[in-house]
Structure formats: C-alpha cells, structure tokens
Nanobody, 123 residues
C-alpha cells in the first residue's frame, strides 16, 4: 500500500552536513506523522526526530540545535537536515510514518518503515 524510501546518506567528516530524504509512495490519503530513527552497531534503535501534520516537531536531546525535520506534504516527503555532524551520529537512519490510506471510503492509518540509509561521520 505504502512504501517509504530513504536517500541522502553518505560519508562526511566531523562538522559536515547531510540532508536525508524520505519519499512516501502509494495510495496515500494523508500523512499524519513522520519521523527518523537511527541504529548504530550494537545499539538499540532510537528516535531522532518526529514531525506531525500540523508541523509540531520533536527531537532527541542529542540532536537538538543541529538537526531539522521538515515535511513537504505536497510531495509526501520528509527531510532531515543534519548539520554539525559528529562521529556519534554514525548509524543507519530509518524513516517511518503514520500514513492514512483509504480502504473504500474508510480512513485507515498505519505505521510504515523505510529500509534505511547509512550515515557515517569520520573524526
């Protein structure tokens, strides 16, 4: 029904910037919330940022002031602008979203996940 595809990961030096993109495709009626999670080797997955359809954002303390999440509802795409990257930001970054589809005329909201994109920050 819905697929999320991330892009924009890569290798940067400490202090560099990357912009991750997550494009949702399928029979999308509306996007309720979208977010980014990350998982480093040997670590649990943690939520990095979240944005609601109304524009409310939340960030992990570790990325506040450095990362910015945005949502282009017309393009069904969320972005994570990452500035001032640190080695501890190295992880696989996963996009997720609570997306509403229509089943007949009934609105059904489900959570979807992307496959991830790797971000590596060298010291």
């Amino acid at each position: 029904q819905v697929q999320l595809v991330e892009s924009g990961g890569g290798l940067v030096h400490t202090g560099g910037s990357l912009r991750l993109s997550c494009a949702a495709s399928g029979s999308i009626f509306a996007i309720k919330t979208m977010g980014w999670h990350r998982q480093a080797p040997g670590k649990q997955r943690e939520r990095v940022a979240r944005i609601t359809s109304s524009g409310t954002t939340n960030y992990a303390d570790s990325v506040k002031g450095r990362f910015t999440i945005s949502l282009d509802r017309a393009k069904n795409t969320t972005y994570l602008q990452m500035n001032g990257l640190k080695p501890e930001d190295t992880a696989a970054y996963y996009c997720n979203g609570d997306v509403t589809v229509l089943e007949g005329i009934v609105q059904v909201t489900s959570e979807y996940w992307g496959q991830g994109t790797q971000v590596t920050v060298s010291s």
